[in-house]
């Protein structure tokens, strides 16, 4: 357990040297005030680019307007950045050859995988957190919260999916060899949910869900109980590939 924490420590540390921390956390608060902004600004923004004599009707941005916008943002740029930025933690550390020295000097392959895989997911909440009470602060300033449902539920679907996401990284780095492979990993993973999503029968059970149907949910059009399934396979998912990564890693040649 101590090397455990210690291991975590490290990789904060390492995050905050890096500047990757700062660097994320600083992206996902300009999304957090880009999305209800952007949702107040677009009516205008539409007149002011409208060409001379044409008219349009555009309806008064509601809270519903914002919340489009953040989930938006967070799946389409948060955490694509975010896997730019952390996917090569583990390949980066074996092709230097740091991690090898740790190892050798007794640190388990089994507590390198859960320490990362923990260090990432709360810099992911820390990040994702401010970017939902920044947008969530805004809006509710702005507009009435109560048109919108299951907003807090809607938001964690997409923490899940992230979660999901770095374990897929994780495992990309396990196979990795250069440091570009967890991210091309990922992006494969990623179109091949999207994909998938295509065929009605695999729909319900793809964790792509999580990310892609919050504003059914925000509007009603879906109610919590169409995730159940999908979140359990997810968190199964994210599980099966964590313990996978670590059987692989225990077998790789460093």
């Excluded at 199964?236 to 790789?252: D, E, H, Q, T």
Aim: net charge positive; proline share 3%.
């Amino acid at each position: 357990m101590k090397s455990f924490q210690a291991f975590i420590k490290k990789e904060l540390m390492e995050s905050h040297r890096t500047y990757k921390l700062w660097i994320i956390v600083t992206i996902f608060l300009g999304l957090g005030i880009m999305s209800p902004l952007t949702a107040k600004l677009m009516p205008v923004l539409f007149e002011q680019f409208m060409p001379a004599g044409v008219v349009m009707d555009i309806p008064e941005p509601t809270a519903l307007d914002s919340w489009i916008q953040f989930y938006k943002n967070i799946s389409q740029m948060g955490i694509i950045l975010f896997i730019i930025l952390f996917s090569t933690t583990l390949s980066s550390e074996l092709s230097k050859g740091t991690l090898i020295l740790m190892l050798t000097k007794g640190l388990s392959r089994k507590t390198v995988i859960w320490s990362k895989a923990t260090a990432i997911s709360l810099i992911w909440t820390l990040s994702y957190a401010l970017a939902f009470w920044t947008t969530f602060a805004y809006t509710s300033y702005y507009w009435d919260m109560s048109t919108v449902s299951h907003y807090y539920f809607a938001a964690f679907c997409l923490w899940l999916f992230g979660v999901l996401m770095i374990a897929v990284f994780l495992f990309g780095n396990i196979l990795a060899t250069s440091t570009y492979m967890p991210m091309l990993f990922s992006g494969v993973v990623f179109v091949a949910l999207l994909l998938l999503n295509m065929f009605e029968k695999t729909e319900a059970y793809n964790p792509i869900r999580l990310a892609t149907n919050n504003v059914e949910l925000l509007t009603g059009a879906m109610g919590t109980e169409d995730f159940t399934m999908v979140i359990w396979l997810t968190v199964v998912s994210i599980f099966i590939i964590l313990l996978s990564s670590i059987a692989i890693f225990n077998k790789k040649q460093l």
